[in-house]
């Protein structure tokens, strides 16, 4: 079936301005999970999703991130007011729940944002 | 931070065994060991996983030690598409995944 899938693919911007990042996860996976990834660093956590509990927003670097998600559809990242050091890879991944003992993650391709 | 060590790159010549190691001295007995990989400018790949017996499907197998206090990712076979950031990771249950450094495998001609 159809993998995680996340676009754009490629986003540039100018510095201030707001930028949004769109995933849509595999059917029927509840849990869903973004990551920051720049340039030759591992992936940072950023914000989970699991059915219509609370998000664990524990990994979002500032308040100017926010992510929802409806339900078990599609999630939405938005940065604000972006910044050079915002420039990064965005993955967003999903599984079919945390809350099992084993929990495989399915990453999409990334958006690669790029901050002028 | 991560809970496992891996050495920070490998060379392994194309069509050879490549076994990629790695320490998580400090694992608990509920925590599985997952391997990913990272092809350039692509997401994340799962490999494979498991808690104490090793595991094989189509594209590796894992070797755990029997106090699993290390594992080793086998490509039996490498070729050059096998060239990727490794990485290996420990995660209980309802943890979130923590991505380390990897290992940069370079599958040579």
């Known amino acids: 079936g159809a993998g995680v899938s996340q676009s754009p693919s490629n986003k540039v911007t100018e510095k201030g301005k707001d930028v949004e990042l769109r995933c849509d996860p595999i059917s029927g996976h509840t849990a869903l999970y973004w990551y920051r990834q720049r340039l030759g660093q591992g992936l940072e956590f950023l914000i989970y999703?699991?059915?219509?509990?609370?998000?664990?927003k524990s990994g979002l670097p500032s308040d100017r991130f926010s992510a929802e998600r409806t339900g078990e559809s599609v999630s939405t990242l938005t940065i604000q007011r972006t910044q050079q050091e915002d420039s990064a890879v965005y993955l967003c991944?999903?599984?079919?729940?945390?809350?099992?003992?084993?929990?495989?993650?399915?990453f999409g391709p990334g958006t690669r944002l790029t901050v002028l | 931070d991560a809970k496992t060590t891996q050495p920070p790159s490998m060379d392994c010549a194309e069509g050879r065994a490549a076994n990629l190691p790695c320490n998580h001295s400090?694992?608990?007995?509920?925590?599985?060991v997952y391997w990913y990989r990272q092809i350039h400018s692509q997401g994340p790949q799962y490999i494979i996983h498991?808690?104490?017996n090793n595991e094989t499907n189509e594209m590796a197998s894992l070797i755990i030690t029997e106090d699993r206090k290390s594992s080793t990712l086998i490509l039996p076979h490498a070729t050059l598409r096998d060239t990727a950031v490794y990485y290996c990771?420990?995660?209980?249950?309802?943890?979130?995944?923590?991505f380390g450094p990897g290992t940069r495998l370079s599958v040579l001609p």
């Open positions: 990771i420990v995660r209980g249950y309802g943890q979130n995944f923590v």
């Open positions: 999703f699991q059915g219509n509990s609370a998000p664990d």
């Open positions: 498991g808690l104490k």
């Open positions: 400090t694992i608990s007995g509920n925590e599985y």
């Open positions: 991944a999903s599984s079919l729940a945390r809350g099992v003992s084993t929990d495989t993650q399915y």
